[in-house]
C-alpha cells in the first residue's frame, strides 16, 4: 500500500488521494514525497488529464504535518556533512512543490499549465498546509472542528516547505506573522478571511472539480510569478514594509528574548526572501531551515514537545495487561479552587462528576466556577449555552458523601492536612465501591504516608494537578510504594480522557516538579539576601528562557504557602533542613502582610486592581543591594543549575523512572526554558563534563547544594549523554 493513491476519470480529472496506512491522520514522509512526485509527474504527462485535485482519504482531516523523524534521519543519511543532507533533502521539497505551482507552464508565457486544485476535509497543519498553498486554489469544507495553520514554530522549527515564503508573499509580512511566528491555528472560515484557503464550502469536492473543469490560465499564475508583483504591505525597503520588519524585530526579541534561535531565522528568512525573487527566497528559506535543524535547541525541543510529549500522551509508560480504565464517574472531595477546577475539565471531557465540600453553599460555589468558565466561553463564541447545559448537567454538588458509591475513580482536593485527608479517606472508602480508585491531589505530600489511612493501599495514588487546572498541560502521577499497576492505568486513562500530559514518578517528598521548582525560587530568594540587584535575578531568568523569574514566581504562588511548606518541611526534615538561610526573609515578608500577588503585595508592588508595576522598592531598606553585581551567567547558572541537578538526583534515587518524563514535566510543570528541550535535554547540550566542572566552581563558591551528583559525575568521566545512556530507545550502558 502506498501513501498516496492516483485515479483518472472519464472527465478528464486526476484525483490524488492521501491515505496513510495505519495512521488516523495523514502525516509526510519519505515514501510519501515520492509517491506524490510520482503521481504529479504521470497526470502532468497525460494528454487526457485536464486537470488535478489533491486530497485526504481520512474522514475530517488533510494532514497533521511532517513525519518529523524524516528530519533526523535527513541528517543521519548526509554523514559527516549533515547540514548538506538537511538542506538537498529540504529543497527536495521545494522542487517538488514548484513543481505541482507552476504545473507545466511555459517559464515565458505562463500559460499551458494544468489547474491544480486542493480539498481539504478538514485538519491541516504544517505541510498538510503548505502543500495546498502550492496549488492554484484550495477548497476547505465547512467543518468547524478543523484547524488551519502552520504551528511549526510552537516545536522549534519553522515551515521550511515554503510555507514561510508562500504566505508572507500571499498575505504580506504583518498579516502572516500570527500564523508563522505565534503557529495560530484556525478554522476554515477564518482561514478563508485571512485568504490562506479561497473558498470554503459544504461539498469542496465538486466545488474544486467545477473550478479545475473550468480554469483557465491565468487563474493558475500565482501573484508571486505574475509580471509587476508588489509584496502586500510592502517589502522591507518600502515606507509602510520597512515599518513591518522594524517593528517584527522588536515583537519577536521582546516576546523570545533572544533564546528561541527558531523566530530569528523565520524573521531572517523572510526578511531576505522579501528582496529577491520567489525561487531565490525559497532557496534562503531552506538554508536558514538548515540552520535552526542544525542547532541542538530544535532537535531537543521537537523530541520532548512533540515526539516524547507524544509518546507519553500514547501511554508509553502505561503498566502492560491492564485492561481500559476509562473513568465513567467521578468523586471530587473538595470543592475550593483545585476541585471546581479538576470538576471543570472532567466535564468537558464528558465525565459525570461528583462534587462534595462541607456544606452545600461550598459546593454550589465549586459548581458555579463550570458555569462562570463556560459563560466566558459563550460570550466570545466560543462555546454554546447547550454544551454548558450539558456540562453542567453532569455535575451533582451534594455534601452527601453517599453520592459517590458509583464512582470508580475519587479525587481528593481537601486541605493539605494530613488529618484531614486521612479521615477523609476512611470515611469515603466506607461509602464506594471495593474496586474504586482514591487519589490524593497533593502537592508536597508523601503519597506513601497518605495511603495509610486507607484500607486498600494498592489503589492508592497521588495525581499531582497544577494550578489553574484548566489552562495547565501537565498531571504528575505519583507511585506510592503500594500504589498497584491498576491504579496506575486508571490515573493514566483518565488524564488521557481529559487531554493533558502525565508523567509517573515514584514517591518522595514534593514528588517531581516541586523538588526542582522550589530550589530555583530558594536560589533567588538568597541571592536577594546577597545583595543581588532584585532586577538581575528576575531578568537573567528571563533572558535564558524562564517564562518568570523566581520573585515573580513566588508572589504568584503566594508567600505564605512558601512559608507554609517551609515550617511543615522543617518539622519533617529536622536536622536534615537546608534551607535555614533563606527562611528569614520569607518570614519577614509572611509578617509584613506582603503575600504575594494575592495581597497586592510582594516582591512586587501591584495597583488597586492587581496589576504588577515593578519590584517592591522597600525590599533594599532591609536587604540592600550591594555595590558589586554579580556575573550574567553566573546567576543565570545558578538558577539553571537548582533545577537542573535536583532533575538528575530524581533519576539517580528512581522517583523519574523515565527521562522523557523529566524534560516533558519541566516544560509542561512550570515552564523550565522550552529552548532547551528541558533540564536533561541542556545538560546534554552544555555535555556532562562542562556540567561537572562548573558544579565544582559553583559548590566551591555557594555551598553543597550544587554538589555534583554520583551519576553526573560518572557521565562526565565515560563523556555520557542522558539520551545515550537512559533514552528507552537507546542500548544500555
Known amino acids: ?265 523565520l524573521l531572517s528568512a523572510v526578511y531576505e526572501g522579501a528582496l529577491v525573487p520567489f525561487d531565490t527566497a525559497l532557496k534562503i528559506e531552506a538554508r536558514w531551515f538548515t540552520n535552526v535543524l542544525m542547532n541542538p535547541s530544535s532537535g531537543n525541543m521537537i523530541r520532548s514537545l512533540f515526539l516524547n510529549k507524544e509518546a507519553l500522551e500514547k501511554g508509553a509508560v502505561r503498566p502492560e495487561g491492564v485492561p481500559d480504565q476509562r473513568v465513567r464517574k467521578l468523586g471530587v472531595l473538595g470543592a475550593g479552587m483545585m476541585g471546581a477546577g479538576i470538576t471543570l475539565v472532567s466535564v468537558q471531557a464528558g465525565i459525570e462528576v461528583v462534587l462534595i465540600d462541607q456544606t452545600q453553599e461550598a459546593a454550589d460555589k465549586g459548581k458555579a466556577y463550570s458555569a462562570s468558565y463556560f459563560d466566558k466561553g459563550i460570550a466570545r463564541k466560543k462555546s454554546t449555552e447547550e454544551k454548558k447545559e450539558a456540562a453542567l448537567n453532569l455535575i451533582t454538588a451534594t455534601t452527601d458523601l453517599d453520592a459517590l458509591k458509583g464512582c470508580d475513580l475519587i479525587i481528593e482536593a481537601v486541605f493539605e492536612d494530613p488529618k484531614v485527608k486521612a479521615e477523609m479517606t476512611q470515611k469515603v472508602e466506607a461509602v464506594i465501591p471495593e474496586d474504586c480508585i482514591f487519589a490524593s491531589n497533593t502537592s508536597t505530600l508523601p503519597i506513601t504516608d497518605l495511603a495509610k489511612a486507607s484500607s486498600r493501599q494498592e489503589q492508592f495514588i497521588g495525581i499531582h494537578f497544577f494550578s489553574p487546572v484548566e489552562k495547565m498541560l501537565l498531571v504528575e502521577i505519583i507511585k506510592g510504594k503500594e500504589t498497584g499497576d491498576r491504579a496506575v492505568a486508571k490515573a493514566l486513562d483518565y488524564v488521557r480522557q481529559i487531554r493533558k500530559t502525565p508523567i509517573v514518578v515514584n514517591d518522595a517528598r514534593f514528588f517531581y516538579a516541586n523538588r526542582c521548582i522550589i530550589p530555583y525560587i ?110 550574567l551567567i553566573e546567576v543565570q547558572h545558578r538558577l539553571l543549575f537548582s533545577q537542573t541537578l535536583e532533575a538528575v538526583r530524581a533519576l539517580e534515587e528512581g522517583v523519574l523512572m523515565d527521562i522523557r ?44 547544594r550544587f554538589a555534583c551528583p554520583e551519576l553526573l559525575r560518572e557521565m562526565a568521566q565515560k563523556n555520557q549523554s542522558f539520551y545515550g545512556r537512559f533514552n528507552p530507545d537507546a542500548k544500555a550502558a
Open 1 to 265: 500500500m502506498t501513501d498516496f493513491t492516483l485515479n483518472k476519470d472519464a472527465d478528464g480529472i486526476a484525483t490524488i488521494t492521501w491515505d496513510v496506512p495505519g495512521k488516523s491522520m495523514n502525516v509526510m514522509s519519505f515514501d510519501g514525497l515520492r509517491d506524490l512526485e510520482k503521481h504529479i509527474e504521470d497526470a502532468l504527462a497525460d494528454d487526457a488529464v485536464k486537470g488535478i485535485v489533491i486530497t485526504s482519504g481520512k474522514e475530517g482531516s488533510f494532514a497533521g504535518g511532517m513525519d518529523l523523524n524524516l528530519l533526523a534521519k535527513m541528517k543521519e543519511d548526509a554523514g559527516d556533512d549533515p547540514a548538506k543532507g538537511l538542506f538537498e533533502g529540504t529543497m527536495q521539497m521545494h522542487a517538488l512543490l514548484r513543481k505541482i505551482e507552476r504545473a507545466g507552464m511555459d517559464p515565458k508565457t505562463n500559460k499551458g499549465g494544468k489547474p491544480v486544485a486542493c480539498v481539504i476535509p478538514g485538519t491541516a497543519a504544517g505541510i498538510g498546509l503548505e502543500l495546498p498553498l502550492a496549488t492554484h486554489r484550495t477548497f476547505a469544507a465547512d467543518n468547524p472542528k478543523a484547524r488551519i495553520g502552520l504551528p511549526e514554530i510552537l516545536v522549534g522549527i519553522f515551515p521550511g516547505a515554503g510555507g514561510t515564503t508562500r504566505m508572507v508573499r500571499k498575505l504580506g509580512a504583518m498579516a502572516a506573522s500570527p500564523f508563522l511566528l505565534e503557529g495560530k491555528m484556525v478554522a476554515p472560515a477564518a482561514a478563508q478571511k485571512a485568504g490562506i484557503v479561497d473558498e470554503v464550502s459544504e461539498d469542496p469536492m465538486a466545488a474544486a472539480r467545477d473550478w479545475v473543469l473550468n480554469a483557465k490560465d491565468a487563474d493558475l499564475v500565482k501573484p508571486w510569478d505574475a509580471k509587476g508583483y508588489k509584496m502586500p504591505g510592502g517589502a522591507p525597503y518600502h515606507p509602510a514594509g520597512f515599518m513591518t520588519f522594524v517593528g517584527a524585530n522588536a515583537m519577536v526579541n521582546g516576546k523570545t528574548q533572544g533564546v528561541y534561535p527558531a523566530a530569528k531565522a
Open 661 to 704: 518524563e523529566g524534560d516533558v514535566g519541566a516544560i509542561l510543570g512550570w515552564g523550565f526554558a522550552p529552548w532547551s528541550g528541558g533540564p536533561l535535554s541542556w545538560l546534554d547540550m552544555i555535555g556532562a563534563p562542562y556540567a561537572a566542572e562548573r558544579c565544582d566552581q559553583l559548590t566551591e563558591k555557594f555551598g553543597e
Open 522 to 631: 530558594n536560589e533567588g530568594v538568597r541571592m536577594v539576601q546577597e545583595g543581588v540587584e532584585p532586577a538581575l535575578i528576575e531578568n537573567a531568568a528571563k533572558l535564558v528562557g524562564m517564562p518568570l523569574g523566581p520573585l515573580q514566581l513566588m508572589d504568584e504562588t503566594s508567600i505564605d504557602l512558601g512559608a507554609k511548606i517551609a515550617r511543615a518541611t522543617k518539622a519533617a526534615m529536622g536536622a536534615d533542613y537546608p534551607n535555614d538561610d533563606i527562611d528569614p526573609l520569607v518570614f519577614w515578608m509572611e509578617a509584613e502582610g506582603r503575600l504575594g500577588r494575592k495581597a497586592n503585595a510582594g516582591f512586587y508592588s501591584y495597583d488597586a486592581k492587581g496589576k504588577r508595576e515593578g519590584l517592591w522598592q522597600g525590599m533594599g531598606d532591609e536587604y540592600p543591594v550591594a555595590e558589586e553585581q554579580p556575573d
